[in-house]
C-alpha cells in the first residue's frame, strides 16, 4: 500500500466536520479486534493512503503523529473503508505490540461497562 499514487478526489469526496476531522476507527485485520479511534484530517489521510503507516491529528497537540514511531507499537495499513455517509472512516492494520498508550492491546480491554 505504500508509495501509491492518490487520486484526490477520493479525499476530497469525504465528509470531514467543521473542524477538518473524521473520526478513524482502527481494526486489527488478521482477529476484527477493534484497537482504537483516533482522528484524521486530509493530510493524516493521505499520508496513511499513501505511506502505508497511519497517521493520525492529534486534537491535544495540535500535530501529526504517526502510530509507532515512539512506542515502536506500529500500524501497517491492510486497508481503508468509508461508512456509508463517508464521514467515518474503517482503518483495518497489522498492528504491532500494544495499539492503546496505557499498554493494552485495544483502548477497549478491560473497560466494559455493560
Known amino acids: 500500500m505504500s508509495d501509491i499514487e492518490l487520486d484526490p478526489a477520493i479525499i476530497d469526496g469525504l465528509a470531514f466536520g467543521a ?3 473524521m473520526p478513524a476507527i482502527v481494526q486489527d485485520d488478521e482477529s ?3 484497537l482504537m479511534l483516533a482522528w484524521m484530517d486530509r493530510e493524516a489521510l493521505r499520508r496513511t493512503l499513501t505511506e502505508g ?5 492529534s486534537r491535544s497537540r ?6 509507532g514511531d515512539t512506542s515502536g507499537h506500529t500500524q501497517v495499513v491492510r486497508g481503508v473503508a468509508t ?3 463517508g464521514d ?4 483495518r492494520v497489522i498492528q504491532s505490540g500494544a495499539a492503546c498508550h496505557t ?3 485495544s483502548c477497549f480491554d478491560g473497560r ?3
Do not use: F, S
Request: aromatic share 14%.
Open 112 to 114: 466494559e461497562i455493560l
Open 83 to 85: 461508512d456509508c455517509d
Open 103 to 105: 499498554g493494552t492491546r
Open 62 to 67: 495540535q500535530e501529526y503523529w504517526r502510530k
Open 88 to 91: 467515518t472512516l474503517l482503518v
Open 19 to 21: 473542524d477538518g476531522l
Open 32 to 34: 476484527d479486534q477493534v
Open 53 to 57: 503507516r497511519v497517521t493520525y491529528w
